[in-house]
């Protein structure tokens, strides 16, 4: 794996493909719109539907094998393989659906739509743990981009789906079969490693803002198209021009590498840091403290340490301690590189865990049933609210890695500290679910969308952050089995149970009224609030580390490493 020139025009490259990626990887965010087809054409009951909902949150989100193998090969054989998994799994879901093949049983659909949507954890962790290694100075800002994008994917295949494909399902599934691996294929040329640069400039401050304000004005053009097409009847000819307009704003990112090659920067950045500050000017040692965070204090500071393949053995270590040739390891602190072996056993490491699995459980409890919730609470079509949805998540990912990065730098809050309030509103917005007051659906839909994403905006950097980059693949795939667990316990055993014992009461297979959910949402509510409750405990334990790592405004690694 070549690594590339710090400074030079491949990592923007690099990230304005991920953008493209992460687009096919949010193919899992699709299921509101062939879910309701699955439930008529194959003759599904609602727990069925939210049992293969779980199948849809498990593939997502179970990243534990690309995790490990993003140490041990190059992103574009990630890449080859999420490609392949999508290919196979929504093709099987495409031929049930279209009913090529008529009476597939009901396990292979729901392995089908693991595999399907286990490519997404592939894709998104070749691009996402590239991408934090590239820019590692500026994790909370890269993770909130990447992630904004994926959480912009729904609103993406929804205009596709609306304006393009006719509102079909077969047609959606065939889409996915087809397109995801042609994106893959496309783009993993450009995602490669490259030499992260060894301090901060204001022209890639700009670069991030710019690529922040592109996809912001894409969310916005998302959610007016879909609301227009909604409203008004738009003939074919006015749709293609639409989505067209939409490509031409998911490319916007190219605009950097593109100004870089030409008004190529003549300015010259300090090399690779040696430990010596006696050549260095007073920016250049600022420069040199904000990259220690990237490692730890020891012989093997150098960057490239992130990509090694192999540890040194135990018994080569032991043999070199007896001879003197090396002193013992201690262990890792706080903010250097664990093994995913020493962070599973710290109390920090499960406290973000736990209040991970509350906050997004709770959230993609109400994502994959809110096409029911919708037709329950009255609204037949409900079109504009997975698009306000997806919307709302990508304000609230994208926000969440603005916010905590100039909070964490400025103030040295921990990123935790959004975790916790973002988890209070939700209380409010279940309990707006379950009053079914008028009015309120909309309202609760975007506020809960914003809380949703913001779990996974601080999540990301977080978890960089207490235990490294060097095994941080594994680390966050990890950290995201909290989202598929949450699903099964709250939506799969408990929304299901809930809405198919109403519709029973209504006699008939679709439930009608408050009722539906109610129970559901309250459950929810208390969930948001221990994982409030954990939230807190954790910004409380982390603070001190936090005040170390981003002392005056520069990451101070060596101090921190004490506590």
């Excluded at 069925?48 to 498990?58: H, S």
């Excluded at 049983?105 to 998104?124: D, E, I, K, Q, R």
């Excluded at 800002?141 to 729904?154: F, M, N, P, R």
């Excluded at 809380?451 to 905006?457: L, R």
């Amino acid at each position: 794996m070549a690594v590339l020139k710090e400074g030079s025009r491949p990592p923007w490259v690099g990230l304005a493909a991920a953008v493209w990626v992460q687009i096919a990887a949010g193919s899992a965010y699709t299921f509101p719109l062939y879910s309701p087809a699955l439930k008529s054409v194959l003759g599904f009951s609602q727990q069925q539907l939210t049992i293969i909902g779980v199948a849809n949150d498990i593939g997502e989100n179970v990243g534990i094998l690309p995790g490990i193998a993003c140490n041990k090969f190059p992103p574009w054989v990630i890449l080859l393989v999420g490609l392949c998994l999508s290919f196979f799994g929504y093709g099987v879901l495409w031929l049930a659906v279209s009913q090529t093949v008529l009476s597939l049983p009901y396990w292979v659909l729901w392995l089908a739509l693991v595999v399907a949507t286990n490519s997404s954890a592939w894709m998104g962790t070749a691009v996402l743990v590239t991408n934090m290694r590239n820019f590692p100075l500026s994790r909370g800002t890269v993770a909130g981009i990447l992630k904004g994008y994926i959480g912009l994917s729904a609103a993406v295949f929804t205009e596709i789906f609306a304006m393009v494909l006719n509102d079909s399902a077969s047609d959606l599934l065939l889409f996915l079969t087809l397109g995801i691996p042609i994106i893959c294929l496309a783009m993993m040329y450009f995602i490669r490693a490259c030499t992260p640069a060894s301090g901060e400039d204001s022209s890639e401050h700009v670069h991030f803002l710019f690529t922040q304000a592109a996809s912001l004005l894409l969310a916005v053009y998302l959610l007016t198209t879909t609301i227009l097409k909604t409203i008004l009847s738009l003939n074919n000819s006015i749709s293609y021009i639409l989505v067209g307009v939409m490509v031409i704003l998911l490319m916007s990112p190219l605009a950097i590498p593109l100004k870089m090659t030409i008004f190529p920067s003549r300015h010259k950045r300090p090399g690779k840091l040696d430990g010596s500050s006696n050549d260095l000017t007073e920016e250049e040692i600022s420069s040199s403290q904000t990259a220690s965070l990237l490692t730890p204090i020891s012989s093997e500071a150098d960057l490239g340490s992130f990509r090694e393949g192999e540890d040194i053995s135990e018994v080569d270590m032991l043999l070199a301690v007896g001879e003197g040739a090396v002193k013992k390891k201690r262990k890792p602190r706080r903010g250097e590189d664990f093994k995913f072996r020493e962070a599973i056993i710290k109390a920090d490491f499960w406290l973000l865990w736990l209040a991970y699995f509350f906050g997004v459980g709770s959230g993609v409890t109400v994502l994959n049933n809110l096409a029911q919730i919708g037709v329950a609470l009255g609204v037949n079509d409900t079109t504009i609210l997975l698009s306000l949805f997806s919307f709302c998540n990508f304000l609230g990912r994208l926000g969440a890695g603005v916010v905590s990065e100039h909070f964490v730098r400025s103030k040295t809050i921990p990123r935790t500290f959004w975790m916790m309030i973002t988890q209070i509103l939700m209380i409010i917005t279940f309990l707006l679910y379950a009053s079914a007051l008028s009015g309120t659906l909309y309202a609760a839909t975007a506020l809960l969308g914003i809380c949703f994403g913001v779990q996974f905006g601080v999540m990301i950097p977080t978890s960089s952050e207490l235990f490294g980059l060097k095994h941080f693949g594994i680390i966050f795939n990890f950290m995201q089995l909290g989202n598929p667990l949450g699903a099964l316990l709250f939506s799969g055993l408990l929304a299901g149970y809930v809405y198919d014992t109403e519709a029973g009461k209504q006699q008939g297979s679709h439930c009608l009224g408050p009722n539906c959910f109610r129970l559901t949402f309250l459950v929810l509510a208390g969930a948001s609030a221990f994982g409030a409750f954990l939230s807190m405990i954790l910004t409380i334990r982390i603070r001190p580390v936090y005040q170390m790592l981003y002392a005056a405004g520069s990451f101070r690694l060596a101090q921190a490493s004490d506590h």
